[in-house]
């Protein structure tokens, strides 16, 4: 079982509590930028695009960006975890603590930092491959987003580690 650290910020997770990713539940990333509840699937999402609008905003952008990265993890990396049903976290304590400072300066309220563990699929991205958020063609975003999936990078201080599957807590190793 692999363990990771990860920074809650919305609702303070509980030890033992089981945040399960292996059936498509959608992220609080997904239903954020995609403005959808949270039981609103994975799979209805990729199925049934013409049921999710993106607005010309920031929030729309990123959505954009979100479905480029989900449509080529799925055509070429399938066995990898989606970015929206996933959960976010950090190899070490001072990798989390890196996510908290760019949190907080981007106005994100860090409520805790819980250690957690995992059985599913786990891929470290580097946020710099992430395609951009501006208006480019399709085209450019997505050999970005193939440059993502294809070459992970596990020792940067802010990779993003996506674990899938059944993700539990083990401990809330600080209360901010």
Not at 63 to 86: G, K, W, Y
Request: glycine share 4%; charged share 20%; proline share 5%.
């Amino acid at each position: 079982m692999a363990t990771f650290y990860h920074l809650v910020t919305r609702h303070r997770l509980q030890v033992g509590q089981v945040l399960d990713f292996s059936t498509g539940q959608l992220n609080r990333q997904a239903t954020f930028f995609f403005s959808v509840p949270a039981n609103v699937n994975l799979r209805d999402i990729l199925n049934q695009p013409q049921a999710v609008t993106f607005p010309a905003t920031d929030r729309g952008r990123h959505a954009v960006r979100e479905v480029v990265l989900e449509r080529v993890r799925v055509q070429s990396f399938p066995t990898l975890p989606s970015r929206l049903s996933c959960l976010y976290a950090a190899t070490t304590i001072q990798r989390a603590l890196a996510w908290r400072t760019l949190f907080e300066n981007e106005g994100r309220h860090v409520l805790q930092l819980v250690k957690v563990t995992a059985t599913g699929p786990v891929f470290y991205g580097d946020a710099a491959n992430l395609p951009t958020t501006c208006a480019e063609p399709i085209k450019v975003k997505t050999l970005a987003a193939q440059d993502y999936w294809r070459y992970p990078a596990k020792d940067r201080l802010l990779s993003e580690v996506l674990v899938g599957g059944r993700v539990t807590v083990s401990e809330v190793v600080k209360v901010f």
